[in-house]
């Protein structure tokens, strides 16, 4: 089955300084891979995904993620961080034979510091 | 052009109450999912609905159910509840059943509280 890691339960960055948000999947075939941003009282918005093609993705906002198969990774990364990115971000995996069935990570909570 | 729409925005329930939340998908999409998100975790599936049939399923106890009317907006019933059904609850949708390559654009909620 299967899983999503996010190892990184809370990051603080200061504001202009680089992201990277880690993200490990396990799954036997070839995954779809997600970034999804949740604000406060918000929804849960698409940032990029990687289907195939170039491992490296750009998304909205000016975030990036690079999928690595040889470490199950797809880190996000952003070099500098704005104020309003503060929020909470999931990694999510699909495929296939589970439709539009994701399964996703713990999160990752992001405090942006002046 | 709206997106996906949710309602009620919150929800109290004592254990053992029914519960019904309400979907509306985004224009022009016919396939709804929901999920549950408990307090610091991640969404968890619990069902998708197309054609008003229920097409997959999660890990998720008989208590929950569903349902997909013609216009394609959808309901969750939840019965008997327990304390530990007290979750945000997503609905996303998204234009067909053509799988993962398609976006799944997500409503804000329903934050439910079983006390």
């Known amino acids: 089955a299967q899983s999503v890691t996010q190892p990184d339960i809370h990051i603080t960055v200061s504001e202009g300084a680089s992201l990277e948000l880690r993200c490990n999947y396990s799954y036997g075939a070839t995954p779809y891979l997600f970034w999804y941003v949740q604000s406060p009282g918000q929804g849960l918005q698409l940032l990029l995904k990687y289907f195939s093609g170039d491992t490296l993705v750009q998304g909205i906002k000016g975030f990036e993620a690079e999928f690595k198969r040889s470490q199950s990774s797809f880190n996000l990364r952003k070099p500098s961080v704005h104020w309003s990115d503060a929020a909470e971000y999931f990694c999510a995996v699909g495929a296939w034979d589970t439709g539009n069935q994701f399964y996703f990570g713990t999160g990752t909570s992001l405090t942006v510091i002046p | 052009d709206a997106g996906v729409t949710q309602s009620p925005t919150h929800l109290i329930k004592t254990r053992g109450q029914q519960v019904t939340l309400r979907c509306s998908p985004k224009?022009?999409?016919?396939?709804v999912s929901w999920y549950q998100q408990a307090l610091g975790q991640g969404p968890q599936f619990i069902f998708q609905y197309y054609e008003e049939e229920e097409r997959q399923r999660g890990n998720f106890p008989d208590r929950f159910s569903g349902h997909q009317f013609p216009n394609y907006s959808s309901e969750l019933n939840v019965n008997a509840l327990l304390l530990g059904d007290s979750a945000l609850y997503l609905c996303?949708?998204?234009?067909?059943?053509?799988?993962?390559?398609?976006?799944?654009?997500f409503g804000p909620g329903t934050r439910l509280t079983v006390l």
């Open positions: 996303a949708s998204s234009p067909g059943l053509a799988g993962p390559f398609d976006t799944q654009y």
């Open positions: 224009s022009g999409h016919d396939t």
